[in-house]
């Protein structure tokens, strides 16, 4: 079964080229630590899902490209095709001369319906080169004003056309400390457009892969592509294969149909985050040794104290004794100690995976009341190493994660709003005051539901 | 020929009770025994058969002759219940031997378990979805699981004797009720033709053209889970979309499939030897990928073979079976008569129909004068309530009409075209060659869109009442704001 990827604006393109380059090296990664056999299956399988295969053999992205500005997705062309090992199809992007100027509305109701047609056409051609499709995987920022406008349009469209299929918004959460003046509206925006039209919400915050870049890969002077790569392995590790059972050797087909399944069936919840262990740059890899014992009571910490990195863990944080109610749930005001989350995928990889003891994840002191471990938790697993770690874990996780993050910019959109500032430049383009007041509404009830878990 | 037989033959011959209940056969073959017997000696041959008579002379000379040549037609009948008994085994799943059929009809516990299973095998309706694998997949049920499917299955059926309700779960009794419940199951309905026609090899591509059967068949009873406490609703609303998701991953896996024969159908063309048919089936596909699997399914049809075999050789015998079921029936204590159940729609002559009509009728007149004269002191007392009235009256007449009319579209659309049944197979050919037999897939698609309509009504409807009883709770509630939850 194969997911199209859309990416859309400049942060959309950027990483969407990191997450294809990811997925290949990965798979085409000597050191899989198995045998020829199944590295050949896990290559095909991977293949199937996000690559195409042209007359000449080299492996196409099932991807489209949009832009409203040519110079980002023509850098992005020319990295695939100097890379030589994949590249992006001829006639699979489409931009424009201008941009969206970081609004959201310029994007969405402008943009979004003068190029409809032409966008659902590239879309309709990628969708029919595969077979089984699963789903869409949209990369999009949520701040700014192309990415976030059209792509919260697309994914609308998308949800009209393909009603069956999974959509799943990969969005960059902005740093808190932007320069764009408009950035919270634009996030509010996008997040109560698309938790109409999509099916999960995968956010990446920028501060804190920026902090892992700084803290674990060591890296001084920090780019977007250091950032982008981080993350591109974050979802690598989630999205590349795995054994479709326990003793099972076949490959699951449909990964992002189970995941969806696994961890956002309610429709109030669909955030979802990622977290994964170890990581580092490759100098330190040579000289480290992992144990499965030791990964996972760290990636399981990182979940109940919301640590995004293995870094600077609060080991202090304990899941509340079950039986007894829970304080920290109850209150926004209270400062948020322990993560309760409402479900949990963890992906393993690597030697010795069936060894791995999961006992941590199956504690019902760390979900929600209404759900039972058995139904909250799951894990996905394969021998095959990912990406020159002899052992990895990833985490995906729908939890309270963002409720801090999200309070925040609705608060402070809403007080932006209550004093009218920079509406104009909304209702000009046909996002009238009602909108936004939707779009407050709705988010707030998202955020009334995370707290109150 | 086994001495037991002979000793059981001799047996017969004590002359039988009137029985209450005799089998009721629709096929011609087997209509011995329909009136109680007249002789209370012979019982063993009841009435004699013109149409079986006509196609077995042998044995019509034998019944015919006097008393010398009947002990004669006795021998040869002590030698051909056992076969057509091996003959029906061979026939079922499981199967048992027929020294069990023999126990069983002395009632001995140790023939019961293998009676219970063969039972649960043949009324188990995991094995209605036409899946060529056994049903039995992963564990098999508990002893005690199947006897409780049996009596509810044979229950639903109409099965009319208490005393197999009453027997204990534990399956260690009752094997001559199993034996009778199966000789009913046998003579009620082609229940034969039906499991044969389930573990049929099946080597073309189908595909089924309605779900009628599997929605008949409610599947095995779901146990229940009490709650403990309170149910979250946001568990529920979790379930519910997790159902949802499984529905769309169902839809993009049946897309996939009909994408991927789709291919093998055009890339098999014109290699079948069959022209009708023009291209390969997966089945066929696979066979010449895999020798083995080529292997496995000639046993297979070895073994469907054998069975179709087998069937054959007991229609020819059956006559036999039911003879000796008359004496199983006659050993055992008559049940005092109750009415009994039949959940088919029983093929009846025009003139009980014409009984049902008038009666019907009747009712409605009847209904028609206790109603009218309510309804004019109704409408008497709320008269004077003026004009708002009046509009709620007229409201409700119109949603009445509607709903009529729906109905009644819904009803002429399905009596119209009769709905295809049954699995086809799926072929493939050029969109010019029209004609031929064979179902259009355009036709089934109009079927299924029509279908799909008068689903769509239903729900419409469905949700319309849903969300007036919603805003009617929003209403009650004034201090109480209630929003939708986003999305789906």
Redesign the interface.
């Known amino acids: 079964?194969s997911i199209v990827t859309v990416q859309l604006g400049q942060c959309g393109n950027q990483i969407g080229f990191e997450v294809f380059d990811a997925l290949y090296s990965d798979s085409h990664c000597p050191q899989g630590l198995c045998s020829k056999r199944e590295n050949e299956v896990y290559q095909a399988s991977c293949k199937e899902r996000f690559f195409s295969e042209e007359e000449n053999g080299v492996p196409i992205a099932r991807a489209v490209l949009v832009d409203m500005e040519p110079k980002v997705i023509n850098q992005t062309l020319s990295k695939a095709a100097q890379s030589g090992r994949w590249k992006y199809g001829q006639h699979s992007c489409f931009c424009q001369k201008q941009g969206s100027g970081n609004n959201w509305a310029y994007g969405y109701s402008v943009h979004g319906p003068r190029h409809e047609e032409s966008i659902m056409n590239l879309i309709q051609k990628e969708v029919e080169k595969c077979?089984?499709?699963?789903g869409f995987f949209i990369i999009m920022s949520m701040a700014g004003g192309t990415g976030s406008g059209l792509g919260a349009f697309v994914t609308q469209n998308l949800q009209d056309h393909y009603s069956?299929?999974?959509k799943m918004n990969q969005i960059i959460w902005p740093y808190g400390t932007g320069e764009v003046i408009v950035q919270n509206y634009n996030s509010i925006l996008t997040l109560?457009h698309l938790?109409?039209?999509?099916d999960a919400l995968l956010v990446h915050e920028n501060d804190a892969v920026h902090k892992i870049c700084a803290k674990l890969m060591n890296i001084k002077q920090i780019s977007f592509t250091d950032i982008n790569q981080v993350l591109a392995h974050q979802l690598g590790s989630v999205f590349q294969p795995t054994y479709s059972m326990e003793g099972s050797y076949h490959y699951r087909r449909?990964p992002l149909?189970e995941l969806?399944?696994n961890l956002?069936?309610?429709?109030?919840f669909k955030m979802l985050g990622i977290r994964n262990i170890p990581q580092m740059s490759e100098n330190s890899l040579a000289y480290s040794t992992f144990t499965w014992a030791g990964l996972l009571k760290h990636l399981r910490q990182m979940l109940i104290s919301n640590s995004k990195m293995e870094e600077g863990i609060d080991w202090q944080v304990r899941p509340p004794l079950s039986g007894l109610p829970t304080l920290g749930k109850v209150s926004l005001n209270r400062e948020l100690h322990f993560n309760t989350s409402i479900a949990n995928l963890v992906i393993l990889r690597g030697k010795d995976v069936h060894s791995a003891d999961l006992g941590g994840f199956k504690d019902p002191a760390l979900y929600?009341?209404?759900?039972a471990p058995v139904?909250a938790f799951n894990v996905w697993k394969t021998q095959r190493a990912f990406s020159k770690y002899e052992k990895s874990a990833a985490l995906v996780s729908n939890s309270q994660f963002l409720l801090k993050p999200l309070d925040t910019i609705v608060g402070k959109a809403w007080n932006m709003f209550a004093s009218k500032a920079y509406i104009h430049q909304y209702t000009k383009f046909g996002i009238e005051e009602e909108d936004f007041l939707d779009s407050f509404?709705?988010l707030e009830?998202v955020v009334a539901s995370y707290c109150n878990l | 020929m086994p001495a037991h037989w002979t000793e059981e033959t001799a047996l017969k011959g004590r002359g039988h009770r009137s029985l209450g209940r005799r089998w009721r056969r629709v096929s011609t073959r087997s209509v011995i025994g329909r009136g109680p017997s007249r002789d209370g000696t012979g019982a063993v041959i009841g009435r004699w058969d013109p149409a079986a008579a006509a196609r077995n002379p042998r044995k019509v000379s034998a019944s015919c002759m006097g008393r010398r040549r009947r002990r004669v037609d006795r021998g040869a009948a002590v030698g051909a219940l056992p076969e057509a008994i091996a003959a029906l085994s061979r026939t079922l799943p499981a199967g048992p031997s027929p020294e069990i059929f023999r126990r069983a009809k002395f009632d001995r516990p140790e023939a019961a378990p293998a009676l219970w299973q063969l039972l649960f095998r043949v009324l188990s309706p995991l094995s209605a979805n036409g899946a060529s694998a056994p049903p039995a997949q992963g564990e098999p049920p508990s002893t005690e699981a199947q006897v409780r499917v049996v009596k509810s299955e044979l229950h639903s059926q109409g099965y009319p004797r208490r005393a197999l309700a009453q027997l204990p779960e534990d399956g260690s009794q009752g094997s001559r009720e199993l034996l009778l419940a199966l000789a009913w199951l046998l003579a009620r309905g082609p229940l034969l033709e039906r499991l044969l026609a389930q573990t049929r090899v099946r080597l073309g591509d189908e595909i089924p053209l309605c779900e009628c059967e599997a929605l008949a068949s409610p599947g095995p009873p779901v146990p229940r889970v009490e709650a403990d406490g309170p149910v979250?609703i946001?568990?529920l609303?979790?379930?519910?979309?997790?159902l949802?998701?499984?529905w769309?991953?169902l839809?993009?896996?049946q897309?996939?499939q009909c994408?991927?024969l789709g291919?093998i159908h055009s890339y098999t063309r014109g290699c079948h030897s069959d022209r009708s048919l023009g291209h390969l089936s997966v089945a066929e596909t696979e066979l010449l990928r895999d020798a083995e699997g080529g292997r496995q399914l000639l046993r297979r049809l070895e073994s469907e073979n054998v069975c179709l075999e087998a069937a054959l050789h007991w229609r020819r015998q059956e006559l036999v079976f039911w003879r000796w079921m008359d004496t199983v029936l006659g050993t055992c204590p008559p049940e005092a008569s109750q009415p009994t159940f039949v959940p088919r729609i029983p093929e009846k002559g025009a003139g009980e129909w014409e009984l049902v009509a008038r009666e019907l009728q009747a009712l409605q007149e009847e209904l028609r004068g206790a109603a009218e004269p309510r309804r004019a002191a109704w409408e008497a007392r709320v008269g004077g309530w003026g004009p708002e009235w009046s509009a709620v009256q007229r409201a409700s007449r119109e949603a009445v009409g509607l709903e009529l009319a729906a109905l009644q579209r819904a009803w002429e659309r399905g009596g119209a075209a009769a709905q295809p049944h049954g699995p086809c197979r799926l072929v493939k050919s050029d969109a010019g060659a029209s004609g031929g037999p064979g179902l259009r897939a355009a036709q089934v698609i109009e079927v299924l869109r029509s279908r799909e309509a008068c689903l769509e009504a239903v729900l419409c409807q469905l949700q319309r009442q849903c969300r007036q009883e919603l805003a009617r709770l929003a209403g009650a509630l004034p201090g109480l704001i209630w929003?939708l939850?986003?999305?789906?």
Not at chain 1, 264 to 268: L, S
């Open positions: 079964m077979d089984c499709l699963s069956n299929s999974l109560s938790y109409r039209s999509s449909n149909g969806m399944e956002v069936p309610h429709p109030e929600t009341s209404w759900l139904n509404t709705l009830q | 979250d946001r568990h609303q979790w379930l519910m979309g997790k949802r998701f499984q769309r991953k839809i993009t896996s897309q996939e994408a991927l291919k929003i939850p986003p999305g789906r």
